[in-house]
């Protein structure tokens, strides 16, 4: 296109008053999709000018719209400076009119708006590529840190002999301790209640595979022979069972269930 687009606005508006169709002296401030669009250069200035003469409308509308480097939707800095070097230039004109209920429009725009427009499309698309590869990194560091930290308090001695009530505590110190992969963590919350929910899965696992075994009653019932107060029964009950479940602090009622059944069976061998 050799003339500037602001040229061919002012050019466009009198060939088509000279075809005696009216050019309103405003611009509309809104208007609905047009039913009917042509752009060019698909459809010429003379193709649209035979279009106009052929339906006669009785006025139609000739916008030439100024360039705002602040509309550009990118936050790339050579895509900016590039919109500010076109500030206030005309980068598109329009003719709308409208015949027996349609609105129709004809659109023509400045090369280097369109050439800057795809510019920021690829830069945006590049953006949510770069976007989605850190947060598929984020989801991977977040995964690999939930793994090694739940396997971390897990094989706490501590975490593991502590009673359901401090194993938060002791849950919270491994933590601590391991500042950088709590960082990645996406969820702490929801991970410390997984830590309980595996803690309670594990000692339920123990408490049914101890329970089958008789030989868990048999060593309990050796390791109490002898003691004489209920507290000590449970005390020593309470850490034999513990040593069997791979250090692992059973529930409270399990291990009553176990000491009355060692207890029976010493009463049998008295």
């Not at 000279?18 to 042509?38: C, G, K, M, Q």
């Not at 752009?39 to 003469?53: C, G, I």
């Not at 070097?85 to 003719?95: C, L, N, P």
Request: aromatic share 6%; proline share 4%.
């Amino acid at each position: 296109m050799m003339r500037s687009i602001s040229q061919l606005a002012f050019d466009l508006q009198a060939r088509i008053e000279r075809e005696l169709v009216r050019v309103a002296p405003a611009a509309p401030s809104s208007h609905r999709p047009p039913d009917v669009y042509f752009s060019h250069p698909d459809v010429s200035e003379d193709a649209l000018l035979k279009m106009l003469v052929a339906m006669q409308p009785s006025v139609l509308f000739v916008s030439a719209e100024p360039f705002d480097p602040e509309d550009l939707d990118s936050e790339d800095i050579n895509l900016r400076s590039s919109a500010r070097a076109h500030a206030d230039e005309i980068y598109r004109v329009t003719v709308i009119w409208a015949v027996d209920g349609l609105l129709l429009m004809w659109l023509v725009t400045a090369p280097w708006y369109e050439e800057l427009q795809s510019e920021t499309e690829i830069a945006e698309y590049q953006a949510q590529g770069l976007d989605q590869v850190e947060r598929e990194l984020r989801f991977e560091r977040a995964r690999t840190a939930h793994s090694e930290l739940m396997a971390l308090v897990l094989a706490s001695p501590e975490f593991r002999a502590a009673s359901t009530s401090r194993r938060t505590a002791e849950m919270k110190l491994v933590m601590v301790a391991n500042k950088e992969l709590v960082e990645d963590l996406l969820f702490p919350r929801d991970f410390e209640k997984r830590v309980r929910t595996e803690a309670a899965t594990e000692v339920a696992r123990w408490e049914h595979d101890l329970a089958a075994d008789d030989g868990a009653v048999l060593r309990v019932a050796g390791a109490i022979r002898g003691l004489r107060t209920q507290r000590d029964k449970r005390s020593r009950t309470a850490d034999t069972l513990r040593l069997m479940a791979d250090g692992w602090s059973l529930t409270q009622g399990f291990i009553d269930l176990v000491l009355s059944r060692a207890e029976a069976l010493n009463e049998r061998r008295s």
